[in-house]
């Protein structure tokens, strides 16, 4: 095994965080320095990328499909182990790869909405809320889940809080989002500490072991009370209804680029990190058969499905419709963890990817828009279709995805979770998720209607087409959630193992 | 490997995609694009015809499925296939030969009118015909079901292709309608199926055999998911779920004649057939009684369809209602599950087509011509098109269902088929409904031939779109232009052929089931 397939783990978290205090450097040395810090960037994100994918393949072809490796070579449970399988795996590749393709998109969308001499912090926190992103999910250690939730959190109140160059607005979003953020943390915090307190380690497969030793565990009031921190703090980071109220307003106001970055990875890793928790930590039996969280999970994600996507159905500025949309996709896929049969969890995990792909896109192309035209308020895009068609064609296709129509990935996961709904006998759920995609359907046909059955106003400004870089980007993201939709085998396998990785409650 | 332009379902499918990909390179170019369309037409037809005699000689020698052709797996179990079959093959026959011919109608009619976004309509056209052949070939649900919403999907820009603010609105309708019901029911329908069968593939034995036999599967269950495939198919139009066709007639007329006569309201009617026969088993149905009901649900649609259809005077409404009504025709045919009625099912399937599309030719050719929409402004039009009035009687005939028209065989295999079912009652429902189309559907032909024109011409305004369309000579012939007149003599003239030698679709139907 060679150096870097070795290390590959630790490279994964290290090259960004690197990256990032290189392009401070860099910036501050250099003068001409916009594609300077634009090129390293993206060089960063695609090595990280490249990376991501090389421990995916070795994920798969190794026997156990687990790929441990120790942080200083101390091992588990002293130091902190990063413990890779196909799920996290999987997450990684969700969170890379959109790094890397909204990277690629930045350029000119940075230039235009970012004062040029602040660009290279721009891109710095960039590289720090991926490298924090990325450690969340690689990591086997729960104080080290929140030390890079953190690092995710500060970079990314202040990437939001860098909008303010478009829309002094950003500034309010992101102390928003700073406040609530904090109580999450806060949250998350005080969980962990109990359950320190309780098994005294700090690593998540052996704390699981401790804490199923306990004797009495169901009537043990710290474990409860653990679980019921952790259980909140987390639904406020992945902004399950009803703790989503920060998130329109934060992908409203921040940059474009980051709008796309974070819509389509921030609140997958919250996901991801409360079913780690509530999977690996506490463990299947308890989290929903010892407690009932499952209930709490299941009525929230029902109302998620609901609720903003009614209120989706109201606005008026395409992006903070996005965010709502955001907001009632994350039901989906808690509901499909939270009825934990194999269907379900596939059609989750599945989800993750499918709905970073296609919101990614979307979020990329109504920042082509406002690249061009400096707004993405709804009547900005009357008749557009005919000025930048390739970019509203990306943009319909990935509304089609949204609602969940065939040959689209978005139909995959919604398959899956029908059917899981269906084996653990909610029927009510099921017919819910369906009616549901009628919401989705109504507000994506607005916006099909306004682009290409509409006329373009008198007196509109002229627009031609998106830059290339803007374009390939966009593009890259709808074709892979196209691909994915006719050929879900791939993903919905991945998503099968890693599922079934969660059920048999293997660390 | 499949060869070029071999007769194959994928070849049928790939060939309008092709051609919807030469429409757009060719849009700056009106006459390249619709040659393209019309060369695109005539390798399909040439295609299906292939599809059509090797599904014949098959019959001859008792088969009915022919070989699986995949696009690869979807997701675990569940495969993109196409597989040839007797009913496919008679709705891909009448889709694509009407397809040829309402080309021709089409760029008559654009022509005239000046329409915009014509490149948008010919490629939409193209893609809606590639969901057509995945419809009709698909071997198993799940693909019939992708290519249902795909079908939706592309024709959404030819309803609302006026883009006016009343056609976006009635489009919504079309879309609201389709979509609610497919997801709502036909998808949970699907779902259900899968998760209690684990199987898709129609087969003449249906899919259900194994569940019923362990006891899995109650006649309630039974009935209740043949519902949610019956009313999840909107696109069959069984009242209520029919909203949406009278909305869609805001569309331009060939569109309405396509696909409210032919693609995508037959893509119900197919779907019902198809479900009935191949995915539940017309055997398990009866042992269930599970269609039972539809029989009275499709009873109701014909009559209350033909009994809307008078109050109507707007022509294309009249019409828009007449095919409710006729749709039901199908759907009552594969409910009755008598293997008569389910043949007359598919007769129906291609005689309404072809009598329908003249009916809808006709309007668009007199909106061409006369710009007059209204029964009521017919009168003594006939003198000025006799062409188009004289096809229109004999598509009339053909729907009402009278020798020697087309539409007088299906009528009587689905009588045959009611007395077979032992439902004699329903023989009522059929002639009630013939009287009734009588009564809507003679007097507008009968009115534009012996009425006298209400009051001499007034100096005619003219329209500032189309100033040097029309001659206005008050007197003399006044057609529609020629692309418009030849297809709609062609279409008459072929429900004619289709009563005298109705033998090869008469054989295909024979092959349903089997």
Redesign the interface.
Known sequence: MSFIDFHLPALITLLPLFGGVISVVLGTLVKPRRDLSWGFALVVSWTTLFLVVRLLESVVTSATGVVTYNMGSWPGPWGIEYRVDHLNAFVLLVVAGISAVTTLFARHSVDAEIPRDRSHIFYALWMFCTCGLLGITITGDAFNVYVLLEITSLASYALIAMGKGRDRRALLAALRYLILGTIGASFILLGIGYLLMLTGTLNMADMHTTLMAIPNLEGNRTVLVAFAFLLVGLSLKMALFPLHMWLPGAYTYAPSAISAFLASTATKVGVYMAFRFLYTIFGHEYSFNTIPGHNVLLACAAFAIVVPNISAIRQTEVKRLLAFSSAGQIGYMVMGFAIANQDSMTGSIVHLFNHAAMKGGMFLAVGAVIYRLGSSHVQTFDGLGKRMPFTMLAFSLGG?GLVG???TAGF?SK?YL??GC??AGYWPL??LV??A??LA?IYV?KLI?RI????RPEGAPEVSEAPATMQIATWMLILSSLYFG????FT??MA?QAASFLLEARP | MIGFLEATPLTAMAVPTVGALLIVLFGRWPNLREAATLLTAGTLLWIVFGITSGQLARGAEGGNFGEVYSL?????GLA?EFRVEALGVIYALVASSLWILNSLYSIGYMRAHHEKNQTRFYMCFALAITSVMGIAFASNMFTL??FY??LT?STF?LV?HA?TPH??RS??TY??VL??TS??FL??GV??T??LTGDLDFSPAGVFGQAIDDGRISAGMMAGLYALYVYGIGKAAVMPTHRWLPAAMVAPTPVSALLHAVAVVKAGVFSVVKVTVYLFGTERLMAFGASDFFVYAAAFTIIAGSGVAMFQDNLKRRLAYSTISQLSYIVLGAALLAPAAIQGAGLHLVMHAWGKITLFFCAGAIYVAAHKTEVSQLKGLGRKMPFTFAAFLLATLSIIGLPPLGGSWSKFYLMVGSLEADKQWVIWILVASSLMNIAYLLPIATRGFFLAPDEPPAPEKHDPHHPEDHGHNASGIQEAPVLCVVPLCLTALGSLALFIYPDPILDLCRMIGS
């Open positions: 089609l129509f065939p040959l995959i398959w029908i059917k269906l084996v099921a017919v369906l009616a995609s009628l359907v046909w209607e290409w059955f509409t006329e006719v050929r879900g085998e919905a396998e099968g | 690869g797996q979807m997701l675990p993109l079901f992708v919403e795909a999907i820009p609302a883009s056609a976006v489009a919504r879309l609201g979509v609610t997801v709502c998808l949970l779902a259900l899968w998760f």
